[in-house]
């Protein structure tokens, strides 16, 4: 006990040494990277600090009742510090549920390879004391719901009533289905425009957040950081998984315009990435995780191109869709014309419907081996359009597992 006394004064002795204020969580935390064996939680403090998260199984035992899992934030072997903080936790079990609590440490004094001094610990078990919540994926679910919002553009208020029975009504994840913001100018603009709302609705309920990007994603002095807070499983921009029934592609958009745009400033490498996209997706259609789901749901921010598109919607026609056309897809959602659409004319080249969702309302998928039942919600909580896909492979269904 006397030495624990003597750790606690010394330690306070340092941050006041020091002149350092002690850490605190500042944005966060929000839950990505959801997969069937773990999760990444996200969060940044007021100072630098170095990271951990702690997990305990949903069991109704007291976090407290034992030591528990320490997952910290590492890169190459090594704990990170700084003020953006992404901790993955693995090794967990497919649909299950475990609490977790974010814990840091401020970096009091750092002197290089000489000396580095921690301060005190500080974990969101002081300003909460329920632990936040996470379930992994889990394919053998028989019914899934999530839900989609996109082209808020940083309007928060429209984000919150949009958002505000998610705690309630849990779905399995909210899809931001890309141009949350109109430019990321700087970090704080993400947590400004939606991400704090985001995580105050969503992180208490345990409900993740997948994201794709849009092109107004693409701009501004901080953009090239987006994947450092929305990390994705490839490490790219695109990405997919499977949760229930559904296999989900989070396909990236890329620009609206060429990239030699003078609007880009000569900055824009969108067609060479489409392109190294489209390899990456003609492979994932082919996987056997993929043509096992009974359905295929593809998230894009903007629509596969018309005779009067811009260059961006034309190229994803031409790149994307024809490897889609041959790999069953069931829905495309897509965003980007701030107004409702429902295309099934075949007038976007697709074999598939695309359903484009307004920049106000949100759109609730739910979707069990069967089919899809997709509802736009305005943010009055009324229903304002719906439509039922059924399975496109009803022969083969329950399921197309071996
Ligand atoms: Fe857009």
Redesign the pocket.
């Known amino acids: 006990m006397k030495r624990f006394l003597f750790l606690c004064a010394a330690s306070l002795l340092a941050a006041a040494a020091c002149g350092q204020p002690s850490v605190r969580i500042a944005h966060g935390p929000y839950l990505q990277q959801v997969s069937e064996d773990g999760f990444t939680v996200v969060w940044t403090t007021t100072v630098d600090a170095a990271a951990w998260v702690e997990v305990a199984p949903d069991d109704g035992t007291h976090f407290y009742a034992e030591e528990r899992p320490k997952y910290y934030d590492t890169h190459i072997g090594k704990r990170r510090t700084g003020q953006l903080h992404r901790v993955r936790v693995g090794g967990l079990r497919p649909g299950t549920t475990y609490r977790y609590r974010i814990m840091q440490q401020a970096v009091l004094r750092d002197e290089g390879n000489k000396r580095v001094i921690l301060g005190e610990g500080y974990g969101s078990d002081i300003l909460k004391h329920e632990p936040y919540r996470a379930t992994t994926l889990d394919p053998s679910r028989e019914r899934i719901e999530c839900w989609v919002v996109n ?1 808020i553009h940083g309007r928060d208020s429209i984000l919150r009533q949009l958002l505000a029975d998610a705690p309630e009504r849990r779905p399995d994840f909210v899809c931001f289905n ?2 949350m913001l109109t430019q990321i100018e700087s970090v704080s603009e993400l947590f400004d425009g939606y991400l704090d709302t985001a995580a105050e609705l969503l992180s208490p309920a345990g409900i993740p957040i997948f994201a794709t990007r ?3 994603e693409n701009r501004g002095s901080a953009s090239h950081r987006y994947l450092d807070y929305f990390p994705t499983p490839t490490g790219e921009a695109y990405y997919a998984f499977r949760q229930g029934p559904v296999f989900f592609l989070m396909l990236d958009c890329g620009e ?1 315009k060429p990239d030699s745009d003078i609007r880009y400033y000569g900055l824009a490498a969108t067609d060479a990435y489409r392109a190294q996209e489209a390899e990456w997706l003609r492979q994932v259609v082919a996987s056997d995780a993929y043509r096992e789901a009974p359905l295929h749901v593809v998230f894009l ?2 629509v596969p191109g018309g005779k009067s598109s811009w260059h961006g919607e034309q190229e994803i026609r031409r790149l994307f869709v024809p490897i889609l056309n041959e790999a069953e897809v069931d829905v495309m959602l897509c ?2 014309y701030h107004r409702y659409g429902w295309i099934d004319d075949g007038s976007r080249g697709t074999n598939f419907p695309i359903l484009i969702n307004s920049n106000r309302d949100k759109l609730v998928v739910k979707a069990d081996r069967r089919g899809i039942d997709l509802e736009v919600i305005d943010p009055a909580g009324t229903t304002l359009k719906r439509h039922r896909i059924d399975s496109r492979s009803a022969d083969t269904a329950p399921d197309r597992r071996p």
């Open positions: 082209d890309g141009d849009g092109n107004h609206d921010h903007m965003g980007h």
